[in-house]
């Protein structure tokens, strides 16, 4: 069994995966870098299991992306800055079907890959599939349209997300009451330019905020009903759950002061099980069941991130987004395999059935 990745060479996704698939005791997996993808169409052969990983955290993948997707030279975005996602999921698509003409087995669909990361093309999928979600707005195009759809639906509360946004980038919890508007986002406007920032702050000025949905619209908007997340020791929290080979396995609990739990923004991971017991047993089936259930809309996907929300009172629950490369979780073992280790465990396991 031959093994490749088409990766940053320099991640430490791709280097917990050949880690574990070496303590499988599997020969190293071949790196195919994205650069090389990129630039060269340099891709995975047939006769080859391919693991597609993350394009993300690498400047000059960035550019070549949006290069690739909008026709024209882009330069390596500022740290953090927020530009040009449109063009970068467009490159994607490009990027995904040489890998996909290479003729290796792929461990994840490309077309999987694009539908989990188009956040509005995946929460129709989810709806039609009877997965629950939160309900979500028609399309908007700027920060007067958000707010005319809004007054319609009768939502005070929002939250507006990029559509092909990642790690909360861009992402705003948005409460309208009359004239007030209040903000709490990691995004910040500085040099005329949009950066997605550590620290999650809070905006009560309208023009500030309108500037920041104006400056994301372009690039396409997502926008959710607000839904009101469990708590528990004063912190609302969520979970990421990465179901592999259609079984949910790994949780992690985020939970966070303010409405955005993702970890990387100073958040801290939250006892599993105290929120199991907060929930209930039969809360907490149904909501791996519905995990589990997301993972049958992506049947051509080894693993999948889930971003399952418990809604205060922990009757109901829901999915707030699905990550094709969300099996990030260091240190989470079950049944001493991290998330990578348990992919390999499943790869084998495909083998022999082959």
Not at 125 to 149: F, I, K, M, N, Q
Request: with cysteine; hydrophobic share 45%.
């Amino acid at each position: 069994m031959r093994l490749a990745v088409v990766g940053n060479p320099e991640n430490r996704r791709v280097a917990l995966f050949a880690a574990a698939v070496q303590r499988a005791g599997l020969p190293a997996p071949e790196v195919f870098p994205w650069r090389d993808v990129l630039r060269d169409g340099r891709v995975p052969g047939p006769g080859t299991l391919v693991r597609i990983d993350s394009p993300g955290e690498n400047a000059e993948v960035g550019a070549l992306l949006r290069e690739l997707g909008g026709g024209r030279p882009a330069g390596p975005a500022e740290h953090g800055e927020i530009v040009g996602a449109a063009a970068a999921f467009a490159g994607l698509r490009v990027a995904l079907g040489r890998v996909e003409a290479g003729g290796g087995v792929l461990l994840n669909s490309p077309a999987e890959i694009l539908a989990m990361t188009a956040k509005p093309r995946c929460h129709a999928l989810l709806t039609a599939r009877g997965v629950p979600v939160p309900p979500a707005l028609e399309p908007v195009h700027d920060y007067a349209s958000l707010r005319s759809a809004m007054a319609r639906a009768g939502w005070p509360r929002v939250f507006v997300k990029p559509a092909y946004g990642s790690s909360a980038s861009g992402v705003l919890a948005l409460a309208a009451a009359g004239r007030r508007v209040t903000a709490v986002t990691s995004a910040e406007l500085s040099g005329g330019r949009l950066f997605n920032n550590l620290r999650v702050r809070r905006y009560d000025g309208e023009p500030v905020i309108a500037s920041i949905v104006d400056r994301l619209a372009p690039d396409g908007l997502h926008v959710e009903r607000w839904f009101p997340k469990a708590a528990l020791d004063d912190r609302v929290l969520d979970l990421r759950v990465v179901v592999i080979a259609g079984r949910p396995r790994h949780v992690v609990v985020r939970a966070s002061r303010s409405p955005m739990t993702n970890l990387h923004l100073g958040n801290a991971r939250g006892d599993v099980a105290a929120v199991r017991a907060a929930a209930g047993e039969r809360a907490w089936e149904a909501a791996m069941h519905t995990c589990a259930r997301v993972a049958e809309c992506f049947p051509g996907s080894l693993q999948a991130g889930v971003d399952l929300m418990f809604r205060a009172g922990w009757r109901e629950h829901a999915v707030a987004e699905v990550n094709a490369f969300g099996d990030l979780l260091p240190g989470v073992l079950v049944d001493g395999l991290d998330t990578y280790g348990a992919q390999v465990a499943a790869i084998k396991e495909m083998a022999c059935a082959t």
